[in-house]
Structures are given as C-alpha cells and as structure tokens.
C-alpha cells in the first residue's frame, strides 16, 4: 500500500501485458505509453478498481528469460504488494522447450517470494497461428503455473489462457486484430478473469 492509500500492482510480461497490438506499454513509449488505452489489461483493471495503481511493465516480443533478467529492475522499485506474471509464449514460439519456460517462471515466482511480492500467475494465452506441438508445450506450461499454484500459497493461478479463448475452440483466440494478440475487448476479459484473485490477494 502506497502513502496515498492506494494499492500498486506491477504486470509484467510480454506482448499479452504490454497491450500489442494496439498500445505500446512505458518501457516501449515513455513515459507514459501510446495509442490505444484500452489495449491493455493494466488499464480494464484500473477502470475497475481506480484506488489501484497497476503498471504496464509490458515489452512486445520478449521471452521468459529476458522478463525475468529485469524483475528487480521493473517490479521492485514500485513497492508493490502484488505482481501478475503473465510470460512464456515468445519461448514457445521460438522453439524453445517448456522446461526452459518452467525454469524462468520459477525463478521470478521465487524472486517475488523473497522480496514479499505475492504472485498472481497467468497462464500462456493462445494465438490462431500456433501449431500442434507448440499448443501442447503451452498447455505443459499452464498445467505447471496451475500446480505450483495449489503448493505455493503466494502464487495465486488464473487461467488467462481461458479468458480470451474462443468458446469452440480453447487454442484460438476469441477476438484479435492479427490473429496474434487480444483485442481491447479481449484485454478487458483479462482484467476481468484476474480480478478477482487480485482482489481477494489484497483482502488478505
């Protein structure tokens, strides 16, 4: 809680976080981002609840470890009480295995534990353009976030991944702009799916 009374949450990640395509988050436009406001799921959340402060601490195209080479940097120095972490889909694009996502994700899981951020982590989002294999190690992912959840009382999941999905069809995404990336109406479901937990985070 800051001196203003208000509660500041960092979210940090990738294109998903950053608001892609429509909105180019502050590290990618300072200092205060441009384009489309409600391309970001950091700005639904606000709308919500306006005594939060949630920073966009979102950079298009990064992978799980280039996210968690700049948690100190990008979630520490706002003091916030809660960090969502929504990270891994670059990786898996690339060709990267999902251990290596694993491993990143449960290096910043345990960064925030020590720095006593409690952790609100999401699961990968789909995207239409996405292969079997590349599905199945998103899916890997998710099961990973998801059971780490249910044996680390700071890490709360929310399955992000469902939120945007299309209704037929969990590996596509319901509405987007590229095929590649939510819509605002897309950003606005995420906000909504992480609410709850982040309320409930701050209650206790």
Avoid: C
């Avoid at 436009?29 to 966009?56: C, F, I, T």
Wanted: aromatic share 6%; hydrophobic share 40%.
């Amino acid at each position: 809680m800051q001196a203003d009374g208000r509660a500041t949450i960092v979210a940090l990640g990738d294109s998903t976080t950053a608001g892609t395509p429509g909105f180019l988050s502050p590290l990618e436009s300072p200092p205060d981002g441009r384009g489309n406001v409600e391309s970001q799921y950091a700005y639904w959340l606000m709308k919500a609840r306006p005594e939060w402060r949630v920073l966009n601490r979102g950079v298009n195209g990064e992978r799980s470890d280039q996210i968690r080479a700049r948690f100190d940097r990008d979630v520490l120095p706002g003091k916030p009480g809660l960090a969502v972490i929504i990270a891994g889909v670059n990786d898996v694009y690339q060709g990267r295995p999902a251990a290596h996502v694993i491993e990143q994700l449960g290096k910043m899981y345990e960064a925030g534990r020590k720095a006593g951020v409690r952790i609100v982590a999401g699961s990968i989002v789909p995207y239409n353009t996405a292969t079997a294999d590349q599905n199945a190690r998103m899916s890997e992912i998710n099961a990973w976030i998801k059971d780490v959840a249910t044996r680390e009382h700071r890490v709360r999941f929310v399955d992000t991944r469902a939120a945007v999905a299309a209704v037929d069809d969990p590996d596509r995404l319901s509405d987007s702009p590229d095929g590649l990336h939510p819509s605002p109406s897309g950003y606005r479901r995420l906000a909504d799916a992480l609410l709850p937990a982040l309320e409930e985070l701050l209650r206790a």
